[in-house]
């Protein structure tokens, strides 16, 4: 069975930091772009990143969250990371991680994504 386990989130101040991990099993990694989509309570789902399965320069960032969020993934290990910074009480939300092939992502759309995590809790206290 295929599976992606996020782990990393937490209870944090603002202006603190977190990193969350995302670590995909049973499927060809390198061939899917990782994405990070959350939810707040009360309200629907929000892209926040994708990466391309090539990595590098290939990140992509919502507004909200540009400059002070950054992904990255390291194929050998199946894992994408999200590493957040400055962290404000509205990033408080469920984190899932999703991986779509090739070129896809960049949406919150879930039909878009092959596959999804159960979600990582992350509440940034003001």
């Known amino acids: 069975e295929v599976q992606l386990v996020e782990s990393g989130g937490g209870l944090v101040q603002a202006g603190g930091s977190l990193r969350l991990s995302c670590a995909g099993s049973?499927?060809?990694?390198?061939?899917?772009?990782g994405s990070w989509v959350r939810q707040a309570p009360g309200k629907g789902p929000e892209w926040v990143s994708t990466?391309?399965?090539?990595?590098?320069?290939?990140?992509y960032y919502a507004d909200s969250v540009k400059g002070r969020f950054t992904i990255s993934r390291d194929n050998a290990k199946k894992t994408v990371y999200l590493q957040m910074n400055s962290l404000k009480p509205e990033d408080t939300a469920v984190y899932y991680c999703a991986a779509a092939p090739g070129a896809y992502g960049c949406t919150q759309i879930r039909r878009v994504y092959n596959y999804w995590g159960q979600g990582t809790q992350v509440t940034v206290s003001s």
């Open positions: 990466i391309k399965p090539g990595g590098g320069s290939s990140t």
């Open positions: 049973r499927f060809t990694f390198s061939n899917y772009g």
